[in-house]
């Protein structure tokens, strides 16, 4: 790298600032700011010429100590993953994708631009040649991310995917990016640069493109079942609950029915001054009674679905004891993500005690704050966390019996929750924590 020549060091210092301009408006693009940083139009330069005065020192080390190239790429990467984590929020795997993949974009379309100008101009130095082709490659690496952008924002990830998913993405790119560098050094050393060469490597950013749009569709597919599940449940909920409704109106008809003659018996014992029958007879209507009772949280909402869950759990002879349940009316959480994560926890927990000897649940559910609080508690007769840490479901069909934890750390992380599993003296916990989203003002 000849610095003392002005043109090439003019040529050096464009690439380099290019390069980090165009992936910070990459990422702004793909993922939110952090709020601190409002003022976009001073950051973005700043930070581009920061990146580029560390990507250009880690760019003179590694030439001097002749660095294997796949470790100058990562070392490389490592300052925009730095900035990534640093400027902006959101998902932490998408950030890390967007890194991996501008590498690697970066990387096959400055070796395609240099291919095309070695081929176009022979005579020319393959310095000039290197420093030109990485300034014309910036325009045509914005187009690639920002056409990138664009199908991301028509298939929103909305729905975290499991980490898995993120993983085989990283994989694949990665395994894209190793073909990628093999394929050039196999044109580049055996002097096998022509057009056709030149048509691999657009194949391969295709096949990037591809693979990427191929991924999103899976995380679509994932976020379509986890809403059919949602709502199914809701479904299954009001279905519940219209069945429970007719129930109660017709015990209470035949308790209306019935009416004059618990008085007219209230009375004859009355008369007869037998006072401990009375009392008995007073106690089961009490009971009666208590049996058509329904548990009042202050949210509709949450009612519905504690209300249809201790019923579930009485005809499975399992205790629910309600400790606390105070909500407001209106919440700024969606009504179908309330209902999912209230149903899903009950759920899990019914589940557990179904054939313990005396099964109990303690539930506890308060606002505090902007927070909502959740406490699940169920009895347990082994430790399931040392037995299985990640709770990973047991049955047969496990892509389907695993949504309902998925669906509550899907929930928990979009209104940025911490969700804690922890087991003492013979009971299950599940903690959950949910932070409300501003409210828009009412008219």
């Known amino acids: ?25 990459f990422l702004s693009k793909m993922v939110p700011w952090k709020p601190r940083f409002s003022q976009k139009g001073l950051v973005i330069p700043l930070a581009a010429l920061a990146g580029a005065a560390a990507d ?13 190239f796949p470790v100058f790429a990562l070392l490389g990467a490592a300052v925009f993953l730095l900035l990534a984590v640093t400027l902006f929020d959101g998902n932490i795997y998408l950030r890390i ?25 022979p005579t020319v130095s393959l310095g000039l040649i290197h420093h030109i082709s990485a300034n014309i490659s910036r325009p045509f690496v914005l187009l690639v ?39 050039n050094d196999l044109l580049t050393f055996n002097n096998l640069l022509s057009p056709t060469a030149l048509l691999m490597q657009v194949a391969l950013l295709g096949m990037i ?27 299954n909920m009001q279905k519940s609950h219209f069945i429970e409704s007719q129930s109660t109106f017709e015990n209470l008809r035949a308790l209306q029915h019935e009416f004059k003659n618990h008085i007219f018996y209230m009375d004859f014992l009355l008369e007869k001054k037998d006072y401990k029958k009375l ?11 208590e049996a058509f009772r329904d548990m009042e949280s202050g949210n509709t909402i949450v009612n519905a679905v504690l209300n249809q869950k201790l019923r579930t759990a009485q ?21 179908m993500d309330l209902c999912a994560v209230v149903s899903n926890l009950l759920d899990n927990a019914i589940e557990a005690c179904e054939g313990q000897s005396a099964p109990r649940i303690f539930v506890t559910m308060k606002m505090v704050k902007n927070h909502l ?47 804690n599993f922890s087991v003492e003296n013979s009971f299950f916990i599940t903690a959950l924590t949910l932070q409300e989203k501003e409210m828009e003002p009412h008219d």
């Open 1 to 25: 790298m000849r610095l003392n020549d002005p043109l090439i060091l003019l040529l050096t210092i464009t690439q380099y600032f290019l390069k980090f301009v165009v992936f910070l408006f």
């Open 56 to 68: 250009f020192f880690i760019t003179i080390l590694i030439m001097r100590a002749t660095v294997f």
């Open 97 to 121: 994708f967007c890194v991996l993949l501008f590498t690697m974009l970066v990387w096959l379309i400055d070796f395609f631009c240099r291919n095309a100008l070695q081929l176009a101009f």
């Open 145 to 183: 991310c920002l056409y990138i952008a664009h199908i991301t924002k028509k298939n929103p990830i909305d729905i975290k995917p499991p980490v898995g998913y993120w993983i085989s993405v990283y994989i694949i790119t990665m395994l894209e990016y190793f073909c990628g560098i093999f394929i």
């Open 209 to 235: 493109i591809a693979g990427y749009a191929a991924f999103l569709r899976v995380c679509q597919n994932y976020q379509r079942t986890i809403r059919q599940t949602l709502t199914e449940q809701q479904l």
């Open 279 to 289: 009392d008995e007879y007073f106690a089961g209507y009490r009971n009666k009674q």
């Open 315 to 335: 005809q499975k002879n399992i205790k629910i004891v309600i400790d606390s349940a105070s909500l407001p009316e209106k919440t700024s959480f969606e009504d």
């Open 373 to 419: 609080h959740i406490l699940v508690k169920n009895t347990i007769e082994e430790d399931v966390l040392k037995l299985n840490p990640a709770l990973h479901t047991t049955k047969d069909n496990k892509a389907m019996h695993g949504l309902g934890l998925r669906i509550i750390r899907s929930i928990s992380e979009k209104y940025n929750g911490i969700l």
